[in-house]
């Protein structure tokens, strides 16, 4: 379903083309002096508007599509540090190197090293006058799992007993996964710049000042008023069309 300001957006440009479609009836009555809101003036920039809230759909499509493959490329990454972990305990290695590598499998999978205490525990110190600050220790951002994935592929490659008979769990198959999701993240990062930036095109032909199209709509009401009164018929038919400066 479109957003309320997306659908905003549309309203406008539907509705300048309404008031084209009046003062084109004007025939040669319609002759203001300023050249932006001339009856060629307002067509361009109607092309414009609409060929601008085609490229917001597109990079949004683009967007969410881009944001669905990385979720389902990162699902996974949860259960396969927790499997990484446990065929690095099921090696000699020392208590320091497990410690190590349990520390970045619970950054990457958003676990505390201790529970957060209970609100009966928190009730219990605050009585006997101790105070009680947690610090959330979630890291799941998608860049701060892939740095600690990073680290944690790099930690097992230092480590010559880490030498998995399963084939995802090898150093290298730890390495191609973390290289395709930082692609994947990558992607995400471009389709929103690029939304970002296409939506910012939008806004100054739909509202930049004088020159955008509620300025320019007004400009023409108020011509309009001029030219035929502000009780004609003419006037009405304009007047009655709303624009709206929908925010960002």
Not at 17 to 41: C, E, H, M, R, W
Not at 91 to 115: E, S
Not at 184 to 192: G, P
């Amino acid at each position: 379903m479109a957003s309320t300001s997306e659908t905003g957006h549309a309203k406008n440009a539907a509705n300048f083309d309404d008031l084209i479609s009046y003062v084109t009836g004007y025939g040669t009555d319609y002759n203001p002096s300023k050249a932006g809101i001339k009856l060629a003036a307002l067509q361009s920039l109607s092309t414009r508007a609409k060929a601008a809230i085609g490229d917001v759909h597109t990079a949004f499509s683009a967007n969410i599509n881009a944001k669905a493959a990385r979720e389902v490329a990162f699902e996974p990454l949860k259960r396969l540090v927790t499997r990484v972990m446990s065929a690095l305990k099921a090696t000699d290695t020392t208590i320091q190197v497990d410690d190590n590598a349990r520390t970045l499998v619970r950054k990457i999978r958003g676990t505390r090293a201790k529970p957060k205490k209970t609100e009966e525990e928190k009730t219990a110190l605050a009585a006997e006058g101790k105070e009680v600050k947690e610090i959330s220790v979630s890291q799941l951002s998608y860049d701060s799992r892939l740095d600690n994935f990073d680290k944690l592929v790099k930690l097992l490659a230092s480590i010559d007993l880490y030498i998995p008979n399963e084939a995802d769990l090898t150093v290298s198959a730890l390495e191609a996964l973390f290289a395709d999701l930082t692609a994947k993240n990558s992607v995400v990062i471009e389709a929103t710049t690029h939304l970002s930036n296409s939506r910012i095109s939008r806004d100054v032909i739909f509202y930049k000042a004088d020159t955008g199209m509620v300025d320019s709509a007004l400009a023409v009401k108020n011509y309009v008023k001029s030219l035929y009164g502000g009780t004609s018929p003419h006037y009405k038919q304009v007047s009655k069309l709303k624009f709206k400066i929908v925010p960002p």
